[in-house]
């Protein structure tokens, strides 16, 4: 949970100094620090042979999990569309339904 | 930040691990460091939210009906996953929720689940899962890229704004704003600001139940 208290302070420090110039270099450093991390990550992978030899194994796992997040949040966006965004004109495409 | 670029970084470095795996030369405990950098990311994520130039613009035009849009996609996305978690035998339903809570946030979710996981699960086991998030994440903002245009079709506007996950805020919003129309745009900045704070939040919830 130490982690959720670095956000938040981060939260707090970047709406207080939102005007000042130096904030907008954050955009710059934060894709730079993921990628370091995800190098590490990708090194850490890379170097472990079990890992690498059951990649197919993990992609599959990976496959069933992301259409099952999609499949979800799908649904309920339509549970949710239909029931409180109806008058928004052409919430529906109409070809189907 | 550029779609081909994170996987590009990420292959870089397993193609690193793999030659120094055939050299035979010993990493360095790279656990130890990258917790820090970990400590430096999760504050720059807070600062690039709060600073964010639109934030405050955007709430005020947004209504209290509109946070059922994100929780529509966090409530969906966590119980299906749930659901693939009773099946798969490897990982608990804890752990297949800390992959879906990455809702596309492929890089942070699966550094965080690393990270967070290795000390209850150990580095092997949580490297796995970890991959398994950086894969899930991947596979579906592509798949929400992809589909834009057809569940626009099929399931109205608001569906590909829940698709894209956090990333409706940023890979996502132009391909939404081209689908769903520019009036959705607000809509789309809103549920991914919302998606992308609530990720670290949910991961390192799921990540403590083991």
Same mark, same amino acid.
Request: with cysteine; hydrophobic share 50%.
């Given at each position: 949970?130490?982690?959720?208290?670095?956000?938040?302070?981060?939260?707090?420090?970047?709406?207080?100094?939102?005007?000042?110039?130096?904030?907008?270099?954050?955009?710059?450093?934060?894709?730079?620090?993921?990628?370091?991390?995800?190098?590490?990550?990708?090194?850490?992978?890379?170097?472990?042979?079990?890992?690498?030899?059951?990649?197919?194994?993990?992609?599959?796992?990976?496959?069933?999990?992301?259409?099952?997040?999609?499949?979800?949040?799908?649904?309920?966006?339509?549970?949710?569309?239909?029931?409180?965004?109806?008058?928004?004109?052409?919430?529906?495409?109409?070809?189907?339904? | 930040?550029?779609?081909?670029?994170?996987?590009?970084?990420?292959?870089?470095?397993?193609?690193?691990?793999?030659?120094?795996?055939? @050299?035979?030369?010993?990493?360095?405990?790279?656990?130890?460091?990258?917790? /820090?950098?970990? /400590?430096?990311?999760?504050?720059?994520?807070?600062?690039?939210?709060?600073?964010?130039?639109?934030?405050?613009?955007?709430?005020?035009?947004?209504?209290?009906?509109?946070?059922?849009?994100?929780?529509?996609?966090?409530?969906?996305?966590?119980?299906?996953?749930?659901?693939?978690?009773?099946?798969?035998?490897?990982?608990?339903?804890?752990?297949?929720?800390?992959?879906?809570?990455?809702?596309? /946030? /492929?890089?942070?979710?699966?550094?965080?689940?690393?990270?967070?996981?290795?000390?209850?699960?150990?580095?092997?086991? $949580?490297?796995?899962?970890?991959?398994?998030?950086?894969?899930?994440?991947?596979?579906?903002?592509?798949? $929400?890229?992809?589909?834009?245009?057809? @569940?626009?079709?099929?399931?109205?506007?608001?569906?590909?704004?829940?698709?894209?996950?956090?990333?409706?805020?940023?890979?996502?919003?132009?391909?939404?704003?081209?689908?769903?129309?520019?009036?959705?745009?607000?809509?789309?900045?809103?549920?991914?600001?919302?998606?992308?704070?609530?990720?670290?939040?949910?991961?390192?919830?799921?990540?403590?139940?083991?």
């Amino acid at each position: 949970m130490i982690i959720l208290v670095f956000i938040f302070v981060g939260l707090i420090v970047g709406y207080a100094l939102r005007r000042a110039n130096i904030l907008k270099k954050v955009n710059q450093t934060m894709p730079l620090t993921i990628c370091v991390m995800l190098f590490t990550l990708g090194i850490t992978v890379g170097n472990n042979s079990e890992l690498l030899g059951n990649i197919g194994n993990y992609g599959w796992q990976a496959l069933v999990l992301s259409i099952a997040g999609l499949a979800g949040s799908i649904l309920f966006t339509i549970v949710v569309s239909s029931l409180f965004f109806k008058n928004a004109k052409d919430e529906k495409g109409g070809s189907n339904e | 930040m550029s779609n081909l670029l994170v996987p590009g970084v990420f292959a870089a470095g397993c193609l690193a691990g793999l030659t120094l795996n055939v @050299l035979d030369v010993s990493i360095p405990d790279l656990h130890g460091i990258s917790i /820090y950098i970990l /400590y430096a990311l999760m504050l720059q994520v807070g600062i690039s939210i709060g600073s964010s130039d639109n934030c405050s613009q955007i709430l005020r035009t947004m209504r209290p009906k509109h946070l059922l849009i994100p929780l529509a996609t966090v409530i969906g996305t966590l119980s299906f996953s749930a659901v693939v978690g009773l099946m798969l035998s490897k990982w608990s339903i804890a752990d297949c929720l800390a992959v879906g809570s990455g809702m596309g /946030y /492929y890089s942070l979710s699966s550094i965080l689940i690393v990270q967070l996981k290795s000390p209850s699960m150990g580095l092997q086991l $949580a490297t796995e899962l970890g991959t398994i998030a950086l894969l899930a994440n991947i596979f579906r903002e592509l798949f $929400a890229l992809m589909s834009a245009p057809w @569940l626009r079709r099929h399931f109205g506007k608001l569906a590909p704004i829940s698709a894209a996950g956090v990333t409706s805020v940023d890979v996502a919003l132009p391909t939404i704003m081209r689908i769903s129309g520019s009036e959705m745009v607000p809509i789309a900045i809103f549920h991914g600001l919302l998606i992308d704070m609530s990720v670290p939040f949910f991961i390192s919830l799921f990540c403590s139940i083991s």
